[in-house]
Nanobody, 124 residues
Framework: VQLQASGGGLVQAGDSLRLSCAAS????????MAWFRQAPGKEREFVSG????????YYADFVKGRFTLSRDTAKNTVYLQMNTLEPEDTAVYYC??????????????????WGQGTLVTVSS
């Protein structure tokens, strides 16, 4: 599966952005999907994701209440709505996919397919 991430940009603290991840094929039900981010000098970290066709969505503690993950099955697209952005959210954001597993995976090394990344810069 091929993934195409978009929607990044330069915003001020408190602003919002919506990232999109378009898949080349039907992913829901067939793949676990997730967003990761990588800030300069830091390891890639889990932001949000879901397993296959399951309803439950998972979030990292540092984005709970600010970010919302959603999906459009007709468009094979996953969205990450990011509100109340903080300078600490500055990073390259990646969408990723892997074959369904029995539990959510939080390490970037556990994912097989990656989008190219989209840069989010939040100024103070």
């Amino acid at each position: 599966v091929q993934l195409q991430a978009s929607g990044g940009g330069l915003v001020q603290a408190g602003d919002s952005l919506r990232l999109s991840c378009a898949a080349s094929e039907r992913t829901f039900g067939g793949y676990d999907m997730a967003w990761f981010r990588q800030a300069p000098g830091k390891e890639r970290e889990f932001v949000s994701g879901f397993r296959g066709s399951a309803i439950t969505t998972y979030y990292a503690d540092f984005v709970k209440g600010r970010f919302t993950l959603s999906r459009d099955t007709a468009k094979n697209t996953v969205y990450l709505q990011m509100n109340t952005l903080e300078p600490e959210d500055t990073a390259v954001y990646y969408c990723a996919a892997r074959r369904p597993t029995d539990s959510m995976r939080y390490w970037w090394t556990q994912y097989d397919y990656w989008g190219q990344g989209t840069l989010v810069t939040v100024s103070s």
